[in-house]
């Protein structure tokens, strides 16, 4: 991005042009290479608390005050992992430890267009996909990033924050392939709990709730080519329709989990609130080596992990949760000696039991990158200006409050 100085410049704005030259200034003194990322960071650091949020982070757990022995251990605070701390400790009779490998999250996380700005850093896993001959053909060495969130909120900490419901017919599937309780009727009840929708004229819907945790919105900013895109939707023949709804089948501004316009993570929505929980332990910075498993019983008695360089082991007199996502989820039960026998065997793991289903059958969707084409009207958004950053840290409006991925989300029919 670049910043273009203003020469008719508002008060408010030569507050955030002199701390941005400050800033610049002092760095560049102290000989650090910074980009607009970080002077962007320092700049909402200084001027804008809400986003700092300092009296309601979640409070962190010394070492020294771990306990050897909790009710249940939650290895990952994501999606998951945060829910079910929060849910936990509700019952104030039990102790739970939840462990994250990464951080808290970083204020630009906060900033739905700064979304592309975490890949790559440490609040990402850095996984990349194996070489291959087969996808990811236009990149470097014929691999993709495989971007998995690496911090309180896990990958909800630096997705894209679309909210969007499976299709009724996917939970019913489940229901009818053995897995009683996860029909579409069996879900939406958990879905209303979770949910504060915010959209006018959908609050009242008996799809949605308003007394969750997790805020939905639409997007605070509106981008001039939303327009283009509705009209064009509208001439195909579709209809706005809540995506989240009846049928799905049509389009609309995108639901997002944002709140004031900023990223609802599940760290903000489940964790900040629970600083007072005397009950809950959050431990980040901590790499769950292993799940212990008493061999004979098969059951899972505690977990080893590491913070600063030293290996911890915590007993779990109820449960172990693994809720560490999609990748590392089945590397761990792997590590521990769940999965299949051969694979383990080849690899020096002691199998404790068979399991060939661990790590197979991993689902995503695909997504595509890089199309371009020129419109009659154009519009360049990857310029922001310093007016921008001042609509953002001083009127809280702006540009800088957009998606920068997603003006309009339909379903369509390709068949
Ligand atoms: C770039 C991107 C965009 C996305 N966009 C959307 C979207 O717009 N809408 C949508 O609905 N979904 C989206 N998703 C998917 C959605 O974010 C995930 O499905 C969801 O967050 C997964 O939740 P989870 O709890 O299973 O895992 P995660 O949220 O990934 O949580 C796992 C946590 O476990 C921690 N962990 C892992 N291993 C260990 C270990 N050994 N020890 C300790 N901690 C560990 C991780 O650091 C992480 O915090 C997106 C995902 C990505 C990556
Ligand atoms: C907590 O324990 C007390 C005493 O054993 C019991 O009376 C109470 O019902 C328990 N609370 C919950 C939520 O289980
Ligand atoms: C839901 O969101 C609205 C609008 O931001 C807010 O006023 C209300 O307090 C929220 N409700 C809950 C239960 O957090």
Same mark, same amino acid.
């Given at each position: ?25 002092? %760095? ?7 980009? @607009? ?8 650091? =200084?001027?804008?608390? #809400? ?14 005050? %771990? %306990? #050897? ?11 998951? !992992? ?6 936990? /400790? &509700? ?49 470097? #060495?014929?691999?993709? *990033? ?11 900490? =630096? ?12 939970? #019913? ?24 929708? /915010?959209?006018?004229? =959908? ?19 509106? *981008?001039?080519?939303?327009?283009? @895109? ?18 799905? /089948? ?15 993570? /599940? ?15 959050? $431990? ?17 008695? !505690?977990?080893? @992990? ?5 290996? *911890? ?9 693994? $809720?560490?996502?999609?990748? &590392? $989820?089945?590397? %761990? ?12 065997? &080849? ?44 609509? @953002? ?15 309009? =989300? ?6």
């Amino acid at each position: 991005m670049d910043i273009v100085p203003d020469r008719n410049t508002p008060v408010p704005q030569l507050i955030v042009q002199w701390a941005y030259t400050g800033i610049r200034l002092a %760095l560049s003194c102290a000989g650090v290479t910074v980009g @607009f990322v970080t002077f962007f960071e320092v700049l909402i650091v =200084l001027l804008r608390p #809400d986003i700092v949020d300092k009296d309601n982070r979640a409070r962190i757990v010394p070492t020294v005050e %771990l %306990l #050897d022995q909790y009710d249940f251990v939650v290895i990952g605070a994501g999606s998951a !992992g945060a829910v079910l701390a929060n849910r936990l /400790t &509700e019952n104030k009779n039990w102790t739970i430890l939840l462990l994250e490998a990464g951080g808290d999250e970083r204020v630009i996380s906060d900033l739905p267009v700064m979304t592309y700005n975490l890949v790559n850093t440490d609040m990402d896993w850095k996984f990349k996909t194996e070489s291959s001959s087969a996808y990811c053909k236009g990149m470097v #060495d014929n691999q993709c *990033h495989w971007t998995r969130g690496k911090s309180l909120g896990g990958s909800s900490s =630096l997705n894209y924050m679309l909210y969007v419901r499976g299709n009724r017919r996917d939970y #019913d599937n489940w229901r009818d392939s053995g897995n009683p309780g996860w029909g579409y009727d069996d879900v939406l009840p958990y879905f209303k709990k979770a949910e504060n929708m /915010t959209i006018p004229g =959908l609050r009242e819907s008996p799809y949605h709730g308003t007394s969750g945790p997790l805020t939905v919105e639409n997007p605070r900013y509106e *981008h001039p080519m939303q327009g283009y @895109f509705s009209n064009a939707m509208s001439e195909m023949g579709y209809h706005e329709v809540d995506v989240n709804g009846k049928t799905q /089948t049509g389009f609309n501004r995108p639901q997002t989990t944002t709140r004031n316009g900023l990223r609802c993570s /599940t760290s903000k929505a489940y964790l900040r609130s629970t600083a007072d929980r005397r009950n809950l332990h959050i $431990s980040t910075n901590s790499l769950v080596h292993k799940i212990l498993i008493d061999k004979t019983t098969k059951t899972a008695y !505690g977990v080893e @992990f590491v913070r600063e360089n030293v290996r *911890h082991i915590v007993r779990a007199k109820k449960e172990v949760i693994l $809720s560490a996502g999609a990748i &590392e $989820s089945p590397k %761990l039960l792997m590590l521990s000696g769940i999965g299949p026998k051969d694979h383990l065997e &080849e690899v020096g793991i002691k199998v404790i039991h068979d399991s060939p289903g661990v790590g197979q059958n991993l689902q995503d969707h695909i997504m595509i990158g890089g199309l371009t084409f020129l419109i009659d009207a154009p519009y360049n958004p990857s310029t922001t200006t310093l007016a921008d950053v001042t609509d @953002f840290v001083v009127k809280r409006e702006g540009h800088l409050y957009g998606t920068g991925f997603c003006e309009i =989300l339909a379903f369509v029919n390709t068949r």
